[in-house]
């Protein structure tokens, strides 16, 4: 559970799994090699061609920017300049001297073919909020000590040209059409003529904007990056825009870039034509922040973008909804290859009433990893960090607070494209509400990708585990988390090995304690295309956690389910998928649906054990409520699909209830399944120790095989009744190596039924079936084979030990055979009455240390009734040899017996008058009636026939005799009057 001021995962087991762990000291700032270049002391207008009348005039520090063209006297104000270069300590100052002339857009660029370096302030004066556009296509460099002094919008930019709304065209280079480049339409587009445009850097600077106005570099490689102002010292670069959009873009190719918004407003700009893009980088401390009462927006695009020890915030601290109502995200990245590394942190949360803004990552692979930096989970507690963070949290107690926004990682193309890779390494991804409504909308956490790989290998000195939350502390529901992959990995290679010493992983949605606490979210897995029986390729989890919890909420508060659906999952060293409900009246446990071909637990793909390892489990449990059901099937959408091969070796599987009430309903295991591999699992259960009815199990498969102490039970300690468990075969159920299938109860209750449909054949050995009850009645035993039933050194067991009204349990068994070795079928009791015993066969057998009893101690025995044709108590049951002599060769070899001294077989099939066709068939009777009915005629004591001339009975009636064979016996044919020769 998260209590208010912290972020801790929900967890039912028996350990409590830490997330987070105490911040370390952290090292000192790395040193920055770069050394930082002085600004050229020039400010120059371009001389010839291509002047528009710009005048600069310097003043001590001061440069002053006057004169320009304005087309028709209209909004836009054109300057452009050879040299474009701020000193430090200097002002480059655009002053207006026609106050009465309105300006919009201040527009500048620079013609000397030389990088722009900005170590001083760039301001307007006289311009209100105009915008300014500053265009150098060999790049800007600003350095530590560069501000702005803006009324309206910067945009710095490496362009080639600006395009206008009337497609006018501003170049750069004068000669490329004069004629055109003035216009009085706004700006529409920065197009690029070239594949490598001029580098942006930012190097320690400081560029902020007024409150709603954004702030763009828009050119060819970008570093934001920190300053070195002294040995150990590193100035941070940050750029702020207080409500107002910060636009990256980075392009390598020709094309143009589109500007979206009223007045031109970079906040969701497009790219046209492109054929490769930029790289994007943030470091050594560097902040994009558009924080503000209502944020703004942020919006980077580049090939590779990369974050070093940086952040992107944009923060609402207390707007109203309205305000930021906005159908693109908050905070858009989108970029081939995306890296996040060493504390960086992306988040757009909300402190007050707007919704908390939207992060969409756009790419096409995504790798983070931890370093010696740590991001805070909450600002009020430093002990609570992660590697990387990217969160959207509403952090407002109060009932109007915003909701918490959605964080999507896709495919490049965004929404409805998934990305080839991600990589979350050592990171958390978080969506928290801890105020609001009822009312208020779900966050919804989404990755899609073909390839997700979550592991937490260890942050250096402690730290928190990978780990994505939606949680929620108020009212307001807990958001929702979906991964659309082909593959997901949890802390496995992607040969399914163990990532070695990597920490658990933590997908958990849950709520906080108390009645009016919002329902918990629903975690879902499933293929990349967007239909919901979309099958991935393979979820391997290892020392994963995946939960759904319920802290509070009431009866009627819907539940948290989790839903798989892969043609493979594979669980491992303590991974874990749990739904759970607390409380005194908590809303029912959330359901656990895998829908597989194949489901391996502690089983490598080729089939083999994977041992020593923790216990994996599968678990849905409710302290004083109704559990959830689990459900394992075939992909389909059905439950009755099933599944091909579950393989399922040292795993718990259960449903757990400690209260409820006699009207709540059972949890069920349900498992359907082509073959059903049981091996080592010792939990496989569903109790209950309150009043409600502990789960039911059904596992419906062709073959079902439980080995090496697999324990399948339901139980109950409390006046709830103990659960029924089922096993329906088409073929086989095999229990081996101390398995156990087990009804029991220790309470008030009775034990619950226990009936296997094992289709052919039941085999046990070494192993039980048992139901058991200590104070109640037991619960019955039916076992249904066509062909047999066969216990060796194992026991069928329905006892009680109660007072003299408990009854034992009833015994059913109907094969067409049933075989005991050394075995016991007992239902017996103490003071009750014993249970009933009925064995219905063709055949039973049994050796002379089985044992069949239905006695009581102190009270009624049960009855044992047994029918069957053929039954043997007393003798031996020897196996048959393993290699079998060939029958062809005996019936070629009738005499071989005596040749070979009696050391060799013989089989002879013979009848007195010939033998039937078939094994069963008709045979004509050697008895015939005479014509006057008085028998037939003795010839020498044997029977005589008088047959006509034509061979038939002609006038007489004729005996034959029909000899049923009784299933699972012998039938003879006795041979009379034989008289084969043996020669020598």
């Not at 000669?175 to 001029?198: E, H, Q």
């Not at 007393?874 to 005596?898: D, F, I």
Request: glycine share 12%; aromatic share 4%; net charge negative.
């Amino acid at each position: 559970m998260m209590g208010t001021h912290g972020l801790e995962p929900f967890t039912p087991r028996r350990h409590v799994y830490a997330i987070f762990f105490l911040l370390g000291l952290l090292l000192p700032w790395p040193h920055v090699s770069r050394v930082l270049a002085q600004a050229p002391p020039a400010i120059t207008p371009t001389v010839g061609p291509g002047n528009l009348g710009t005048i600069v005039t310097p003043n001590g520090n001061v440069h002053t920017i006057t004169g320009g063209s304005r087309p028709g006297n209209g909004a836009n104000l054109f300057h452009s300049f050879g040299q474009f270069n701020v000193p430090a300590n200097n002002i480059a100052n655009f002053l207006n001297e026609t106050p009465a002339l309105p300006t919009t857009n201040i527009l500048g660029r620079v013609t000397g073919g030389n990088v722009s370096s900005i170590f001083g302030t760039i301001q307007t004066t006289g311009f209100g909020n105009a915008n300014l556009f500053l265009m150098n296509p060999a790049g800007f460099l600003f350095g530590p000590t560069a501000t702005l002094n803006v009324g309206g919008m910067v945009t710095f930019t490496s362009a080639d040209y600006l395009r206008f709304g009337d497609n006018a065209k501003f170049y750069a280079a004068p000669s490329m059409d004069p004629g055109s480049l003035l216009s009085i339409a706004p700006v529409a587009a920065f197009g690029f003529l070239g594949s490598n445009p001029g580098a942006i850097t930012v190097q320690g600077s400081q560029l902020s904007v007024a409150p709603g106005q954004g702030l763009s570099l828009i050119g060819g490689n970008m570093a934001i990056e920190g300053a070195v102002l002294a040995p150990n010292q590193v100035q941070p670069a940050r750029l702020t825009a207080p409500g107002g959009p910060i636009t990256l873009v980075s392009v390598a190719s020709p094309g143009e870039v589109g500007l979206k918004g009223a007045g031109g407003q970079p906040a969701e700009p497009t790219w046209n034509g492109f054929t490769k893009f930029g790289t994007i980088s943030l470091s050594q401390g560097a902040s994009l922040d558009t924080s503000a009462d209502a944020a703004g927006h942020v919006v980077i695009r580049g090939g590779q973008f990369t974050m070093e020890d940086a952040s992107i915030k944009a923060i609402s601290e207390n707007g109203i909804t309205a305000a930021t109502t906005n159908a693109s995200p908050t905070i858009s990245i989108t970029a081939e290859t995306v890296t996040l590394n060493n504390g960086a942190y992306i988040t757009a949360d909300t402190l007050g009433t707007a919704p908390a803004g939207d992060i969409a990552l756009n790419v096409g692979t995504m790798t983070t990893r931890a370093g010696v930096n740590r991001v805070p989970l909450n600002p009020n507690d430093n002990d609570i960090v992660a590697g990387n963070l990217i969160a959207s949290d509403s952090w407002s107690l109060n009932s109007d607070a915003g909701p918490a926004g959605n964080i999507t990682i896709q495919g490049i193309d965004g929404q409805g494209t998934a990305a080839t890779s991600v990589l979350l390494r050592d990171s958390s991804i978080s969506s928290r509400i801890f105020g609001g409504s009822p009312e208020a909308s779900r966050s919804l956490i989404t990755i899609s990708a073909d390839s997700l790989v979550l592991t937490n290998e260890g942050l250096p000195g402690g730290g928190a585990a990978a780990t994505i939350v939606a949680n929620t502390i108020g009212p307001a529901p807990a958001g929702n988390i979906a991964f659309n992959v082909n593959t997901m990995l949890g802390n496995v290679n992607p040969d399914e090995t163990r990532i070695e010493g990597a920490r658990t992983v933590f997908i958990v949605t849950s709520n906080n304690p108390g009645s009016t606490a919002g329902p918990t979210g629903n975690i879902i897995i499933s293929g990349i295309r967007p239909e919901s029986t979309d099958a991935a390729r393979l979820v391997a989890l290892d020392s994963t956690f995946i939960s759904a919890g319920a802290d509070g909420g009431t009866a009627s508060t819907p539940p948290g389910n989790i839903t798989i659906t892969t043609d493979t999952l594979s669980l491992a060293n303590d991974a874990g998928i749990v739904t759970a409900t607390f409380g005194e009246a908590p809303p029912p446990a959330g359901d656990i649906t895998l829908n597989v071909n194949t489901l391996r637990a502690h089983t490598r793909p080729d089939g083999t054990l994977i041992n020593a390892l923790p216990q994996s489990f599968l678990a849905s449990v409710s302290l004083s409520g109704q559990a959830g059901n689990i459900i394992i099937s075939g992909v389909g959408s059905e439950t009755t699909d099933a599944a091909k091969v579950l393989l399922l070796n040292n795993l718990e599987l259960n449903t757990v209830v400690f209260g409820g009430n006699s009207t709540t309903t059972p949890a069920t295991i349900m498992v359907t399944a082509e073959s059903i591999q049981l091996t080592n699992s010792k939990n496989i259960k569903t109790n209950t120790s309150g009043a409600a009815p502990a789960g039911n199990i059904n596992f419906n498969a062709t073959t079902f095989s439980a080995d090496q102490g697999t324990r399948v039970s339901s139980s109950t300690s409390g006046p709830g009744p103990g659960g029924a468990i089922s096993i329906t075969a088409g073929q086989s159920v095999a229990l081996d190596h101390g398995s156990s299938i087990t009804a029991s109860s220790t309470g008030p209750a009775d034990a619950g039924d226990i009936t296997i449909n094992a289709g052919r054949t039941f085999t046990s050995t070494n192993s039980s079936v048992t139901t058991e009850a200590a104070q109640a009645s037991g619960g019955n035993i039916t076992i249904l084979a066509t062909d047999s039933v066969r216990l060796i050194n194992s026991q069928l067991n329905a006892s009680v030990q109660g007072s003299a009204t408990t009854v034992g349990g009833n015994i059913v068994i109907d094969p067409q055979a049933v075989i005991l070795q050394n075995s016991r079928i007992v239902a017996n009791a103490t003071q009750g009455q014993g249970g009933n015993i009925s064995i219905t066969t063709q055949s039973f057998l049994a050796d002379a240390t089985s044992v069949i009893d239905a006695s009581s101690q102190f009270g009624i025995s049960g009855t044992v009734n047994i029918q069957s044709p053929t039954s043997q108590m007393a003798g031996r049951l020897v196996a048959l040899p393993n290699n079998p002599l060939t029958a062809t060769a005996l019936l070629s070899q009738r005499c071989a017996a005596l040749a070979q001294g009696g050391q060799f077989s013989s089989f002879v099939m013979a009848g007195r008058y010939g033998v039937p066709p078939e094994p069963g068939g008709w045979l004509a009777s050697p008895l015939m009636l005479d014509g006057t009915a008085s028998g037939p005629v003795a010839q020498d004591g044997h029977p005589s026939f008088e047959n006509d001339q034509s061979g038939s009975f002609s006038g007489r009636e004729i005996l034959s005799i029909r000899r049923w064979p009784v299933a699972g016996t012998t039938t003879r044919f006795a041979s009379i009057g034989w008289t084969g020769d043996c020669g020598s």
